[in-house]
């Protein structure tokens, strides 16, 4: 069967050519190399400067340079949507970095930062939530009870954040975001409701919420997460710098290079 697998893909390759979305190797859609530049090394904690207030520990597992800014923008901006394996199980090593020990508090939560319904219509799938997915499968496999809970929603339009800087990203993001009524009223009582679909979980009644992670695919002025932190923190009747301590964390598949230089002391 694997014979036939590879048989079918090099066939394939012929047929329709593809090439390595990272370094343009061709009949690859990721060769090893670009690969192990996504998820060959440990997650680590990255912190971007200026911090912005109330921004979560976020941990990511790629600088976002060569590979693996073509890897994301390949899956995000042209629909290279076989990359969300590779880029979930890179998601799946910082939520599992950022997430403490296994079995504390709790099933993994993560929550992804809404795209704004115009990107997501204008691309034809939301990335990030699709990334989370194959982080939770990624997760589960591993034994690690997992559960994507789109729990967040844009309230009010926002301007597009390219040519920004870090002030002007925490101004044009402030407010922005809150918590669908349903995810809420779950935040405010810190139970979860289990149903049959909701895997590695409970399969029945109700359990304490578990550990929200939230998730995105890159990290650059932190304002984005900021803002998401501040509004689970308000649900859960805490302040924005509470965030930090513990309500609270974030993973990310990549973060700007600087932001892993400063922690990599």
């Not at 694997?2 to 061709?26: F, I, T, Y």
């Not at 600088?63 to 995000?76: D, G, I, S, T």
């Not at 115009?118 to 496999?141: K, N, Q």
């Not at 990203?169 to 289990?194: P, V």
Request: proline fraction near 7%; charge should be positive; aromatic fraction near 2%.
């Amino acid at each position: 069967m694997r014979n036939a697998w590879r048989a079918w893909q090099e066939l394939s390759g012929l047929l329709l050519p593809v090439a390595c979305a990272g370094c343009g190797r061709p009949r690859t859609e990721l060769c090893t190399a670009c690969g192990a530049a996504l998820h060959g090394a440990p997650a680590r904690l990255v912190r971007p400067s200026p911090r912005p207030p109330g921004l979560p520990a976020v941990y990511a597992a790629a600088p976002y340079e060569n590979a693996v800014r073509a890897v994301l923008l390949a899956h995000k901006e042209r629909g290279a949507l076989g990359l969300a394996g590779v880029l979930g199980r890179a998601l799946a090593g910082s939520v599992r970095a950022g997430a403490g020990r296994p079995g504390d508090a709790g099933p993994l939560l993560l929550v992804p930062v809404p795209s704004a319904r115009s990107s997501t219509a204008a691309r034809g799938h939301d990335p990030v939530r699709r990334i989370a997915a194959a982080a939770a499968r990624d997760l589960r496999r591993a034994g690690l009870p997992a559960q994507v809970l789109p729990l967040l929603r844009q309230r009010r339009a926002v301007a597009d954040q390219s040519g920004l800087g870090a002030r002007q990203r925490r101004a044009n993001l402030a407010g922005a975001l809150e918590l669908t009524a349903g995810g809420g009223r779950l935040l405010q009582h810190g139970l979860l409701r289990a149903g049959p679909l909701q895997h590695g979980l409970l399969q029945h009644g109700l359990h304490r919420l578990g550990r929200v992670i939230l998730v995105d695919d890159l990290l650059t002025t932190g304002s984005t997460l900021a803002e998401a932190a501040r509004a689970v923190g308000e649900a859960r009747g805490v302040g924005r710098e509470s965030s930090v301590h513990g309500v609270c964390r974030a993973a990310v598949v990549a973060a700007s290079p600087t932001a892993f230089e400063i922690n990599r002391n």
